[in-house]
């Protein structure tokens, strides 16, 4: 997700709620997942169509390549996610972490910071913010997520400590 400074129209804040970070899904990032699971399936498609098939050597690669995309992209409808991933917002302020999906017509998620334990990358496309008492969250296609990682771990300390001395 790609940082942005601009809060969706759709989010109000408290009056002495601040606003940390606006995240905002990056297309590159889900490009890159799509070529990493792309090629991992076409590592699988290879020696089968090299085994039962008459396509042999550099050829069978690229026609792995394309069906491995293909197959990926198809049967485990990874084209149409983007579609529904790319008006996502993610939302952090010393309160809360919001989730809002432009284009959706239900009303924005929204958690305390008093729920959320830690964030840590996810491999090259995600957070993963770990949930009080039991369960995760997924902040697929972040452009920065180490970052990403870091601004929500010092948001849920400061909090956290600001509740402990209240």
């Given at each position: 997700?790609?940082?942005?400074?601009?809060?969706?129209?759709?989010?109000?804040?408290?009056?002495?709620?601040?606003?940390?970070?606006?995240?905002?899904?990056?297309?590159?990032?889900?490009?890159?997942?799509?070529?990493?699971?792309?090629?991992?399936?076409?590592?699988?498609?290879?020696?089968?169509?090299?085994?039962?098939?008459?396509?042999?050597?550099?050829?069978?690669?690229?026609?792995?390549?394309?069906?491995?995309?293909?197959?990926?992209?198809?049967?485990?409808?990874d084209v149409f996610e983007w579609r529904q991933r790319r008006d996502d917002h993610w939302v952090l302020t010393n309160w809360r972490?919001?989730?809002?999906?432009?284009s959706d017509e239900a009303e924005p998620a929204t958690m305390s910071l008093a729920e959320c334990d830690r964030a840590k990358t996810?491999?090259?496309?995600?957070?993963?913010?770990?949930?009080?008492?039991?369960?995760?969250?997924?902040?697929?296609?972040?452009?920065?997520?180490?970052?990403?990682?870091?601004?929500?771990?010092?948001?849920?300390?400061?909090?956290?400590?600001?509740?402990?001395?209240?």
């Open positions: 997700m790609s940082r942005t400074n601009a809060l969706p129209d759709d989010i109000r804040l408290h009056p002495d709620e601040h606003l940390i970070a606006v995240w905002r899904p990056a297309l590159s990032v889900f490009l890159r997942k799509l070529a990493f699971v792309s090629i991992l399936t076409a590592a699988c498609v290879n020696p089968i169509l090299v085994s039962f098939t008459e396509f042999r050597g550099l050829f069978a690669w690229p026609l792995s390549l394309l069906l491995g995309a293909a197959f990926y992209a198809f049967v485990f409808d972490i919001l989730f809002l999906n432009t996810w491999m090259w496309w995600s957070v993963r913010l770990r949930l009080q008492p039991h369960g995760a969250m997924m902040m697929p296609y972040l452009q920065d997520r180490r970052d990403v990682a870091h601004q929500i771990d010092a948001a849920v300390t400061a909090y956290k400590n600001k509740e402990a001395t209240a």
